[in-house]
């Protein structure tokens, strides 16, 4: 299962960028490196235009692709990933774009890695937070370890080897939800957000099947929308319960990679050939025609 989780996907492909990863260490701890210094998060430090980017530069954030990504980075300052760069010599984009470079280095190293889109504990006090992280194969103790490219340390915890209890996967959210453990209303994307769509069960419900895309290598922006996501559901009972399954199949222990990609046979859950766009840009919805290789 992990082998395929070495090689790029047609997201993390660097492409003609490949040459400029070739210097980036070929360690855990020298891929988290360069990759946490290449990302300025569009909202975590406030207004952007407050630390020297112009105002257009928010548009960044839509960059889908590793190669589209380096290009820009490498517009922006020619220094390799790893070296000390300016915040403005950074893209602007969120936890997504980190978590993707991240993973197109470990993967060019042939390193096994894969994103995990979820909701991270260790963000904002009292509240679970909309959030993608890595998960990297880590051959001598045989367990996928959850790996923060978004924070070069946290005061709480490893960023190189996140707790499984202070990450939750969309899967496991699902679940926890469900049963009564956790409270569905402290799922969000900020607590700030009002808009219900960004909270509780719509927001478990988008980053479960975002999740699925995730494991399939299909390393999704996170406000695209396809199938059950870019539907109305006319039998919120029904859809309920087709969830349960898929995060159960998700959350089983002996999940093979056939198994992960034969739940990608149900259409409603299957990343189409285009899917809806809603930048938090600001720009209009779009229909984006996604590359086929």
């Given at each position: 299962?992990?082998?395929s989780?070495?090689?790029?996907?047609?997201?993390?492909?660097?492409r003609?960028?490949?040459?400029?990863?070739?210097?980036?260490?070929?360690?855990l701890?020298g891929?988290?490196?360069?990759?946490?210094?290449?990302?300025?998060?569009?909202?975590?430090?406030?207004?952007?235009?407050?630390?020297g980017?112009?105002?257009?530069?928010?548009?960044?954030?839509?960059?889908?692709?590793?190669?589209?990504?380096?290009?820009?980075?490498h517009?922006?300052?020619?220094?390799?990933?790893?070296?000390?760069?300016?915040?403005?010599?950074?893209?602007?984009?969120?936890?997504?774009?980190?978590?993707?470079?991240?993973?197109?280095?470990?993967?060019?190293?042939?390193?096994?890695?894969?994103?995990?889109v979820?909701?991270?504990?260790?963000?904002?006090?009292?509240?679970?937070?909309?959030?993608?992280?890595?998960?990297?194969?880590?051959?001598?103790?045989?367990?996928?370890?959850?790996?923060?490219?978004?924070?070069?340390?946290?005061?709480?915890?490893?960023?190189?080897?996140?707790?499984?209890d202070?990450?939750?996967?969309?899967?496991?959210?699902?679940q926890?939800?469900?049963?009564?453990?956790?409270?569905?209303?402290?799922?969000?994307?900020?607590?700030?957000?009002?808009?219900p769509?960004?909270r509780?069960?719509?927001?478990?419900?988008?980053?479960?099947v975002?999740?699925?895309?995730?494991?399939n290598?299909?390393?999704?922006?996170?406000?695209?929308?396809?199938?059950?996501l870019?539907?109305?559901?006319?039998?919120?009972?029904?859809?309920?319960?087709?969830?349960?399954?898929?995060?159960?199949?998700?959350?089983?222990?002996?999940?093979?990679?056939?198994?992960?990609?034969?739940?990608?046979?149900?259409?409603?859950l299957?990343?189409p050939?285009?899917v809806?766009?809603?930048?938090?840009?600001?720009l209009?919805?779009?229909?984006?025609l996604?590359?086929?290789?």
């Open positions: 299962m992990t082998t989780y070495a090689s790029q996907s047609r997201f993390t492909d660097p003609a960028m490949s040459w400029w990863l070739d210097d980036v260490p070929a360690d701890a891929i988290h490196s360069a990759a946490t210094g290449l990302v300025f998060h569009y909202t975590a430090n406030g207004d952007i235009t407050q630390h980017f112009a105002a257009k530069r928010v548009r960044e954030i839509d960059l889908r692709y590793a190669d589209d990504l380096l290009t820009r980075l517009e922006l300052s020619s220094a390799p990933p790893g070296s000390d760069r300016a915040p403005t010599d950074r893209v602007v984009g969120c936890c997504r774009d980190s978590t993707l470079l991240f993973i197109a280095m470990a993967r060019h190293h042939g390193i096994p890695a894969r994103a995990r979820g909701f991270g504990k260790y963000l904002m006090p009292d509240w679970t937070m909309d959030h993608v992280v890595a998960e990297v194969w880590d051959a001598a103790e045989s367990r996928w370890r959850l790996v923060d490219p978004q924070f070069t340390e946290h005061k709480i915890l490893d960023v190189l080897d996140v707790p499984r202070m990450f939750i996967t969309g899967p496991q959210a699902w926890e939800c469900r049963s009564g453990v956790s409270d569905p209303s402290r799922f969000v994307v900020s607590p700030d957000r009002p808009e769509f960004m509780s069960w719509p927001q478990l419900t988008h980053n479960l975002q999740d699925l895309a995730a494991l290598k299909h390393e999704m922006l996170l406000w695209d929308i396809w199938g059950l870019d539907d109305e559901p006319e039998d919120t009972d029904e859809l309920a319960v087709k969830l349960d399954g898929l995060a159960e199949h998700l959350q089983s222990a002996d999940l093979t990679s056939d198994q992960i990609a034969g739940l990608f046979d149900d259409v409603t299957r990343v050939e285009a809806t766009t809603i930048s938090p840009a600001g209009a919805p779009v229909r984006v996604l590359r086929t290789a």
